[in-house]
Structure formats: structure tokens, C-alpha cells
């Protein structure tokens, strides 16, 4: 197969390169330019756009002895991933632009622009594994590495778009894909790990936040209130704040019963952030919009899901709805925050994908 | 893999001419600093002077008038950083400097860095559709006051579209004024006629490996009543103006490549521009909405290099098509600049009035000494099939 292997310019998507190379396919590294201007995202070797990161993986790519070009997404980016984030934000959700990026960059816009320029697949260093179901169907399965899996990000793949992809290191544990890649001669076999928001400096949200909105932020402060509506601070925008969070509250006053407070709720409108006590995020449902299933579209499924990137797995009943999806939590779960993704599971096999849309709070006996 | 290479970038580098290896190899083997006492020495020095001789000779001006830099872009800082310093010392009020908006980078960038350190006021003067200069804007921007202009500064071919400007006309708007003027003439050195002397330019900026030469060699030819402020100081080689240890083997090789690219200029011009001939002719046969950017092709080198040439492919993307090009074994250009990573829609391109999809859907095709028939071919077999399908990735990026 002619592939094009998506190279960060870290250590998986070069090994991956190297890999679908030593599978006998044709490969073309490309490097994808996804920050319009590269000085004012995120600097330093933890990023997916500066220069460095283009620079390391054009040497991978001679290492490994492919062709290399960078193509230019910064626009198709900003506008679907970064836009999104901001309004999603903005309307006092809490958004994961990396599965956005998945579905909307790297298996679409890189993908389409692949085939047509004559390649067959698109590769990448998401550690997860495809295998062919007994209906012929490609299935995406987790990684064999647990604490590595990246199946979570890729739950937002269709069966056109799994046709398409490689991910030639869902077999292996990341420390042996270092140590490959020190085998193989790659520089940056000792790079460290990216974390966070590829585009958010420091992983600084609030901060990245407040600067890019400005005008567009829906409030540029409120009060944070308890349950009861006592007020108990203030606070700078509400785009700060996800449920569930407890850091950065920065409450004067402790809880009259000397425990931990966290975000409950969010209100865009008012400005007005709700904190109460952990047991009151308890969540026992779920809905679910936008579905994007992998292959066929379950009725009712009993599985698993997963509410956030290497969150862990919650046994659930899933329901398709019309255009929505409902999901029964069976343990509840903590600080859900709608603009999530909720990755279904059967088994090891992801199912699909749906973004959350409102939360059922446990009721209080 | 690839049968052989199709090297249609001869405007970016060109490969070195056999005379100019015989040239760098001989004097690899040899010890000598150009600025020692002693016999070897004198030696080096003697090879560096001649090189000096050789290019006066080519490109019409005094030995004196050489100043060998590391290459185009330095003589370009040097020439505007220095010139801009000392034309300002000797009076305050000449802050001006005055250009096009499609100076190679070497140039914009270094007056852009003038403007932001220096309180330069830079004014990129317009050009026309086919990129040359409007002479007349020239002569209206240095008549509103001719006291505060430092500087003129104006390529004589264009790296991208290959246009040629108007330096004599140039030379003489500004002389009435008494304001000096450089030239960038890296790409038209050996292409076209270039005479220092008789262009009546004050600065002139060329390098090695555009011509034959090696890369990391090059001058800026300047006038000895110019007073050119130093970027690089140190052993004052260079007439004080710029310092390091001359680079003997490099110059020599320079030397031999400048004398060979302009003794054969005339052919050369001819044999190419024929080649660019038949290779505009069969893109456009092959891809009959194909646009060619820049000025007229004829007569060969009056108007644009022999070289260049520089089209649009509607639809697509320029960067998908070298791709597809390069996986044939064609190299081209999209002549953007890849600026911080991430390629930029050409500012010559803009600056010439196009829009910016029109900009990114370009390419250069740059033939040299050592293009033939074979490689022009290969591109006219290749272009059609190449531009159908880039044109199918650029609808599906949108």
C-alpha cells in the first residue's frame, strides 16, 4: 500500500512510520503544520506544531529513509479544532479537541487529501489496534498497552475511516517502542511524552483561554455560590471552571465541615459557578449526541464506557435513541462535564462514540 | 525508486560547473592564509586577488570594488545595514529606504529589521502585473523629499518570476537626487548581461552556486566612494568592510564559476531560453487552463530570465503537485518561502496583484547549464496526469 505516516515529530509516529515501512508498504512522512503562527502556540519540545517538532521528524524520516513534506492544516485546524474549543468553553462545556483533531483533521482532511493524491491509508502513532471482525468489518480494539491505550481519541472513527488507518503500535508497550527507536537510530527515542492541549502553552486552559476569547467570553466573572446559594468567592470568567474541579477555586472560607468542595455546576449565562461536596457529582445516566459508531449501530448494548482520555471504564447500558444515544451507568461516575466524549466499549472493542449533552445526577436518598 | 533525478530547480541551486571542482579541489590541498607574511601566504593571497581580478572582469568593475562575503544574503545585509548606517551618520534626516514588494527575503527581511531596530521607514514601492517596477512611483516617492532617502534598493531579476527590473532607469531617478543604489543580482549574474559599471549601480549583490559556483561563496561588488558601515568585524580582509579569513578554495571556485557562467551567457541564453520555450509550450498544452505568471518570454532575456518559468495550475495545490512531481523524480519549487515551518502564499505573487489561492496553486519550473531536452520532456509526460490528481486532493481539502 502507498501510506502517508502522520509524523509529529515524537518518538510513536516515528516508529510507526518505521514500521509500516518495514511492513513492505510505501511510505511518505508528513509532517502536519496545524498552528498558523507557530510563535503564538505553544513552544518548547512538548508541542505537535513548532519548529523543532517539524525538524525532528523530517531527521526521523531520513533516518528511516522516506520522503517528507509538511503539509499546511493551520486553517482547516483553527477553524475546526481550535474554534470549537473556544465555544465550546465559551457555553460552559468542557470540549476534548484531541478526538475533534481525529475526526476532523487526521482522518478526514488528511485522509481525503491522501487518497486523492493516489495513497491508501493514513498512519499514525495512536497506540490502538484494528482487526477484522467476522462480519469483515475493520474493528478498533484497545491498545495492548494499558496505560498507553489511545483508543479513547480514535472512538470518533468510522468504518470509512478505519478502512483507511494504520496504527502499527497497538501491539506493543511504549517502553519497547523507545527502545526501538533507539535501535533504529531515531533521535528522538528520549524525547519526552506530549501531555495536555497541543495548542495551549503550559497546559495553561484558563490562561490560554481568557487571552483568545477576550470579547468572546461569556462572562468576564460571577459568583461562586454553594448549594444553598450562599456565596462564597468570585471568580474571572466561568470558561476557568469544569465540573468536577476542585484546585483553583480559591475559596477563602473551608466548608463548614472541613471537607473538599467541588465545581457542580456551570451557569454561562449568570456567570454563576456552583461548588458542593464530591458524593453530589455522583452521575447515574447520560445523554449522548452527534454518535459517530465505528461499525454497525448497536440497539442496546451492555458494555463499558469511558468519560474521558485514560479515564477508567464504567460497566453501562447503552440505548440508541433516534439521534441520540442514552447511557445507564450501572456504578455512578465523578465529574462528568457535558462537551465530553463518552467512548463505548464491548470488551476491548470500541463500539463508538457520542458527545455529552447532560449528565443525571444520583438522587440523594 | 526513482529512474534518475529531473532537476528543474536551478534557480534555488545549480550544480557546480567542472571548472569551478578543479578550481576548489586544487586549493583544498594547499595551506596559506591569504593575510600571512610569508610565502605561503602570499600564495593564497595571490589566488584570492586573482579570483578578485576574475570577477572585476566579468561582471565590469575595478578589483577594488569586490567584496567577497559568505554569499547573496550577506552581500544583500551588508550592502543595506551598511549602507543605511553610514548614509544616515553622515545625515540624520536620510531615514528612507525605498524598494519593491518583491525583493527576495534577504532583502525584505533585512529592512524589516532596519524598520523595527534602526527607525528606518522602509516604503515598498508597487510593481506591475508582471512584477517590474513602476519607475514613475519611484520617481514621485524620492521627489516628495530626496534629503530623507538613505537608500534605493532594487533586484535585477526576480528570483521567482524571474522579471527583470529596469536598474538603469532606477540608477538614474535616484542619481538625479544623488541617492545610491544597490541591486540584488544573484539570479542574473551569468543568466543576463550584467555590468556593474555600466548600470551605474552603487552596490551589487552575487553569489557562487547560482552560477557554478560552490554555496557559502560570494560578493558585494560596491562602488570604492561608498562608505559602507562593517556588519562583521575582525581582521578587516575585506577592505575593513567585512572581516574573516578569506576562504581560498571557495573564492577560486567562485572566481572560476563567475568567469565561465559569463563568458557563456550568450549561449547559454539562447540554448535555455529555448528549453523554457518548449517547456511553457507543452504545460500548456498539456494543462490548457495553466497560467504563466511574470513578464513577456521574448525576446529571451529581455524581460525575464532565460531560465524561469513560473505558472499557476487552477485548483490545485502547489504543494501537492511537487509532491507528486518529486515522487517522479521532478524537482521544482513552489517559490514560497517556508517561513517558520509552515509555507507561506509567495509574496512576489501578491505583490504582483494576484490573489492568494492563485498564489498557492503556482509553480516554478528554473532551467540551468546543465538542463536538456530529456528532463523537459519528462516534466511535459508527467505534468498532466500529476495535475489532474492534485487537482482532486484540493477539492477534497476543502
Known amino acids: 500500500m502507498r501510506v502517508v505516516a502522520a509524523m509529529s515529530g515524537g518518538v510513536d509516529s516515528a516508529v510507526a512510520a518505521a514500521r509500516a515501512k518495514d511492513a513492505g508498504h510505501d511510505v511518505t512522512g508528513v509532517h502536519l503544520a496545524l498552528s498558523r503562527n507557530p510563535a503564538s502556540y505553544r513552544s518548547g519540545a512538548r508541542g505537535c506544531c513548532t519548529i523543532e517538532d517539524a525538524n525532528d521528524a523530517r531527521r526521523a524520516a531520513d533516518v528511516i529513509g522516506i520522503p517528507f513534506y509538511v503539509w499546511d492544516l493551520s486553517d482547516r485546524f483553527h477553524e475546526d479544532v481550535v474554534e470549537d474549543f473556544m465555544d465550546e468553553y465559551a457555553a460552559g462545556r468542557t470540549p476534548n479537541p484531541c478526538l475533534r483533531c481525529n475526526e476532523r483533521i487526521k482522518f478526514a482532511a488528511v485522509l481525503d487529501r491522501a487518497l486523492a493524491l493516489g495513497f491508501d491509508a493514513v498512519a499514525t502513532g495512536h497506540y490502538a489496534t484494528l482487526r477484522e471482525g467476522d462480519d469483515g468489518l475493520v474493528e478498533l480494539h484497545r491498545a495492548v498497552d494499558g496505560a498507553k491505550d489511545q483508543s479513547y481519541v480514535l472512538g470518533v472513527l468510522d468504518q470509512g475511516q478505519l478502512r483507511h488507518s494504520l496504527f502499527p503500535l497497538g501491539d506493543t508497550p511504549k517502553p519497547q517502542v523507545r527502545a526501538e527507536a533507539a535501535e533504529r537510530g531515531l533521535l528522538v527515542a528520549d524525547k519526552p511524552d506530549s501531555h495536555d492541549i497541543c495548542f495551549v502553552a503550559d497546559g495553561d486552559n484558563a490562561g490560554w483561554l481568557r487571552e483568545k476569547l477576550g470579547d468572546r467570553a461569556p462572562n468576564s466573572g460571577g459568583a461562586i455560590l454553594d448549594e444553598a446559594g450562599v456565596e462564597l468567592g468570585r471568580h474571572d470568567g466561568t470558561y476557568a471552571f469544569t465540573i468536577g474541579q476542585r484546585k483553583g477555586l480559591r475559596l477563602g472560607r473551608p466548608a463548614p465541615d472541613g471537607r473538599p468542595r467541588f465545581v457542580l455546576d456551570i451557569e454561562p449565562v449568570s456567570g454563576t459557578v456552583t461548588v458542593g461536596p464530591r458524593e453530589h457529582l455522583a452521575v447515574d445516566g447520560l445523554t449522548g449526541i452527534r454518535p459517530r459508531w465505528c461499525g454497525s449501530v448497536p440497539d442496546v448494548l451492555e458494555g463499558t464506557v469511558q468519560l474521558r482520555a485514560h479515564g477508567e471504564e464504567h460497566r453501562a447500558r447503552v440505548a440508541v435513541v433516534g439521534d441520540a444515544v442514552d447511557i445507564e451507568l450501572l456504578d455512578p461516575a465523578y465529574g462528568i462535564a457535558p462537551g465530553q466524549a463518552a467512548v463505548i466499549y464491548d470488551g476491548s472493542r470500541v463500539v463508538g462514540s457520542a458527545t455529552i449533552s447532560a449528565t443525571r445526577r444520583v438522587q440523594a436518598a | 525508486m526513482t529512474a534518475r533525478t529531473v532537476y528543474l530547480d536551478h534557480a534555488a541551486t545549480t550544480p557546480m560547473v567542472p571548472a569551478a571542482i578543479e578550481a576548489m579541489t586544487r586549493e583544498f590541498a594547499e595551506v596559506g592564509n591569504a593575510s600571512s607574511l610569508h610565502a605561503s601566504g602570499r600564495r593564497a593571497r595571490r589566488v584570492v586577488e586573482e579570483s578578485r581580478e576574475t570577477i572585476a572582469e566579468a561582471v565590469g568593475c575595478r578589483p577594488g570594488e569586490v567584496v567577497f562575503t559568505s554569499g547573496g544574503t550577506e552581500s544583500d545585509n551588508l550592502a543595506l545595514k551598511g549602507i543605511f548606517w553610514s548614509r544616515r551618520s553622515a545625515d540624520p534626516r536620510r531615514t528612507r529606504i ?74 538614474e531617478v535616484a542619481h538625479a537626487h544623488g541617492v545610491p543604489v544597490h541591486t540584488d543580482a544573484v539570479q542574473a549574474v551569468g543568466a543576463v548581461p550584467v555590468d556593474f559599471a555600466a548600470s551605474g549601480a552603487d552596490a551589487l549583490s552575487l553569489t557562487g552556486h547560482k552560477l557554478g559556483g560552490p554555496v557559502g561563496a560570494g560578493a558585494l561588488v560596491c562602488r570604492r566612494e561608498l562608505e559602507v558601515t562593517a556588519l562583521v568585524h575582525g581582521g578587516g580582509q575585506e577592505r575593513d568592510i567585512r572581516s574573516g579569513t578569506s576562504a581560498t578554495p571557495a573564492i577560486a571556485g567562485f572566481a572560476a564559476a563567475v568567469e565561465l557562467a559569463v563568458k557563456q551567457q550568450p549561449e547559454y541564453a539562447v540554448r535555455v531560453g529555448a528549453l523554457r520555450q518548449r517547456l511553457v509550450d507543452g504545460v500548456l498544452r498539456a494543462v490548457p487552463d495553466a497560467v504563466l505568471n511574470g513578464a513577456a518570454l521574448e525576446p529571451v532575456g529581455a524581460h525575464r530570465l532565460p531560465g524561469n518559468a513560473h505558472l499557476s495550475f487552477p485548483g490545485c495545490e502547489g504543494d501537492s503537485l511537487l509532491m507528486l512531481l518529486d515522487a517522479r523524480g521532478i524537482e521544482c519549487s513552489t517559490g514560497s518561502a517556508c517561513s517558520a515551518g509552515v509555507p507561506q502564499a509567495s509574496h512576489v505573487l501578491i505583490a504582483m496583484g494576484h490573489d492568494e489561492a492563485t498564489a498557492r496553486s503556482s509553480l516554478r519550473f528554473s532551467l540551468g547549464h546543465s538542463s536538456t531536452e530529456g528532463d523537459v520532456d519528462a516534466l511535459l509526460e508527467a505534468i498532466g496526469p500529476c495535475v489532474e490528481r492534485a487537482r482532486a486532493a484540493g477539492v477534497a481539502a476543502r
Open chain 2, 98 to 171: 525605498l524598494t519593491t514588494g518583491v525583493e527576495h527575503h534577504a532583502v525584505l527581511d533585512s529592512l524589516h529589521w532596519l524598520e523595527e531596530r534602526e527607525g528606518a521607514q522602509v516604503e515598498q514601492l508597487p510593481v506591475d502585473r508582471t512584477g517590474r517596477l513602476q519607475v514613475d512611483a519611484l520617481r514621485d516617492a524620492i521627489g516628495r523629499d530626496p534629503d530623507s532617502v538613505a537608500l534605493v534598493s532594487v533586484m535585477w531579476a526576480n528570483n521567482e518570476v524571474g522579471t527583470l527590473q529596469p536598474v538603469s532607469e532606477v540608477v
